[in-house]
């Protein structure tokens, strides 16, 4: 370092250390030595180990003869130490004993009181009424707020008891929270939900889920917070010790002792799913580690990791998943009832190309106009007492559908289902496969009852590409849904359809729905698509009054040139990029 190198130290200080030849202004921003040129370099050292972000105290900035190697090699071994404790207080855990700066006194201060508030949970057991929260897409929020709501008009409820009265659903940022009052209810859900990605039981909640300021009381222990490994490793502990997992998950623990647990293989596969957001754990591995370690010491299993060993096992044992979401430092642990995700409906085994997530075509369909209409009237004896809601029976337009850029077939499976009254999850199996909440013959019964009101009536459904491979890839995947014999596959240009050339007097009583997904991206990128189907349209519009469309896009500046009335109905995420749902404008 030379003299030249040390002439403007920048510093935000509010006192400066005064010294001889050394010119400094007091409470300013830079600190000038351009009178030190005459002074050998080595005579001064910069002691910057010692600076605080907020104040630059005389301590920070000082003169000092020549260092020793051994002065060095000293500061070097307190800057290390220093180092070393201040990731293990912030990746490990929380060491009050050594706290000595007054931030860390602050903390061990927060911490103390964190502890004096916590409690042990009481024992209780997991039982309904059961605190959900159902995900989705974000910006799918509403719609899933709106199917909630419908399937709740058709039940019933004893309001003479606190368990019973009606749960009122609440949207919050990626999904909707709600109670039921019986596992039939949840099963339900999981039945005729189609725009939810999970539906998990919360095994822990706040006051919320406690109280009965929105209906049903869920008896579920408190939030707690967790600072660091050996905290969280605790509370987990207690709460499934509160809430005896061993019995909803079928284990065993008479073997079990305080000395030595025996360890055992269990008869499902977990799966740990840890999130976490501004909080002190920030590890996600390694908190997934530890929930695996201590469900497996509290229930004496053995739940390591599978290797490559037991891949084969894998597909021959249901799957248990917990979701552990961190935030704020605040704990919250779940259980999701499928092992996967909701939208995967089961039925797509040839995908083609890009093709669209289910959930996200069903609600393209319900905002083009296909609104769900369920009847649960069979399912009365299951839900007890009469059903609250009744079928009108007015007369409804007869809906012609449309996909003109069909692909893998999903928006027209989607849709056929919708209007034939084919719940959504029909083709998966029963949920919490490997707990003793999986009622097999609940399940089927449902299903059995859902399915025997299904019909389309005079709806048609009609799917068409241009590519002869991907209408092959629809008609594979229709006949796995169940729904072949409602939909008509055609191949051909969309312009050239016979939908497009109809005039008004052969559809006076229909109304041709239009439910698009042309290619975006940068792999399917086509933009005369786009102009081809605006133009096509627009020339139906002149012809009938009673057209309603709704398609997906990347960008929608090309739509809108076109002169089209669109508006944006809800914008979301499909396969990493930012897409948003345009429909029609209604005239009121």
């Given at each position: 370092m030379n003299a030249m190198n040390m002439r403007h130290f920048v510093a935000r200080?509010?006192?400066?250390?005064?010294?001889?030849?050394?010119?400094?202004?007091?409470?300013?921003?830079?600190?000038?030595?351009?009178?030190?040129?005459?002074?050998?370099p080595s005579k001064f050292v910069l002691c910057l180990s010692q600076i605080s972000r907020t104040n630059f105290s005389t301590k920070a900035f000082s003169m000092v003869g020549d260092a020793s190697s051994e002065t060095r090699k000293k500061r070097i071994q307190k800057d290390e130490a220093l180092r070393l404790r201040s990731n293990n207080l912030h990746y490990n855990h929380v060491d009050t004993d050594n706290m000595t700066d007054p931030k860390s006194k602050r903390t061990k201060r927060a911490h103390e009181k964190d502890q004096a508030k916590y409690t042990k949970p009481k024992p209780q057991p997991l039982r309904p009424p059961f605190s959900l929260f159902v995900t989705c897409l974000p910006g799918l929020e509403p719609l899933l707020l709106k199917e909630i709501k419908y399937l709740q008009s058709w039940q019933s409820y004893d309001c003479t008891s606190s368990d019973r009265s009606p749960s009122i659903p609440r949207m919050i940022p990626g999904g909707i929270e709600l109670s039921v009052p019986t596992l039939t209810h949840l099963y339900i859900l999981c039945l005729y939900l189609g725009t939810a990605s999970h539906i998990y039981i919360r095994l822990n909640g706040d006051d919320l889920d406690r109280n009965n300021d929105r209906g049903l009381c869920a008896r579920i222990p408190s939030l707690f917070r967790a600072r660091g490994f050996p905290e969280l490793e605790r509370k987990l502990k207690d709460l499934i010790i509160a809430q005896d997992w061993s019995h909803w998950l079928g284990i065993s623990t008479k073997l079990n002792k305080k000395s030595q647990v025996e360890s055992r293989v269990p008869p499902w596969n977990l799966q740990v799913h840890v999130t976490t957001s501004?909080?002190?754990?920030?590890?996600?591995?390694?908190?997934?580690?530890?929930?695996?370690?201590?469900?497996?010491?509290?229930?004496?299993?053995?739940?390591?990791?599978?290797?490559?060993?037991?891949e084969s096992e894998l597909g021959k044992k249901p799957t248990i998943r917990i979701l552990v979401r961190i935030e704020r430092d605040t704990?919250?642990?779940?259980?999701?009832?499928?092992?996967?995700?909701?939208h995967m409906r089961g039925y797509r085994k040839n995908p083609h190309k890009a093709p669209l997530r289910e959930d996200l075509a069903f609600a393209l369909c319900v905002t083009g106009g296909l609104n769900p209409s369920w009847n649960l009237r069979p399912l009365q004896s299951l839900l007890g007492g009469s059903l609250s809601r009744t079928i009108e029976n007015t007369a409804k337009l007869n809906v012609n559908l449309f996909d003109p850029c069909c692909g893998s077939g999903t928006i027209a499976i989607e849709g056929a289902a919708i209007l034939a009254g084919l719940p959504p999850g029909r083709n998966r199996p029963a949920p919490f496969q490997g707990t003793l909440f999986c009622d097999h013959g609940l399940w089927k019964d449902i299903r059995f009852k859902a399915l025997s009101v299904s019909d389309l009536g005079s709806n048609t459904v009609t799917a068409n590409d241009i590519d002869a491979d991907a209408i092959k890839a629809a008609k594979f995947n229709a006949e796995e849904a169940g729904v072949l014999q409602f939909v008509d596959f055609t191949t051909g240009s969309l312009q050239k359809h016979d939908l497009f050339a109809q005039?008004?007097?052969?559809?006076?009583?229909?109304?041709?729905?239009?439910?698009?997904?042309?290619?975006?991206?940068?792999?399917?990128?086509?933009a005369s698509v786009y102009k081809k189907l605006a133009k096509s349209i627009s020339a139906l519009l002149l012809q009938r009054k009673l057209v309603r469309f709704a398609m997906i896009v990347s960008d929608p500046r090309p739509m809108r040139e076109t002169g089209i009335p669109l508006e944006i109905s809800f914008s979301t995420k499909s396969g990493g990029?930012?897409?948003?749902?345009?429909?029609m404008k209604q005239d009121n």
């Open positions: 200080s509010r006192s400066i250390f005064f010294s001889r030849n050394c010119r400094v202004q007091r409470n300013c921003r830079e600190v000038n030595l351009t009178e030190i040129g005459k002074v050998t501004k909080s002190k754990l920030i590890h996600t591995k390694a908190v997934e580690g530890r929930v695996r370690k201590t469900i497996g010491e509290v229930l004496g299993l053995d739940l390591e990791d599978s290797g490559p060993s037991r704990v919250q642990v779940s259980l999701d009832a499928t092992s996967v995700p909701m005039t008004q007097s052969k559809s006076s009583a229909s109304s041709l729905t239009i439910v698009a997904n042309p290619p975006f991206g940068h792999r399917l990128s086509m990029l930012s897409v948003v749902a345009m429909t």
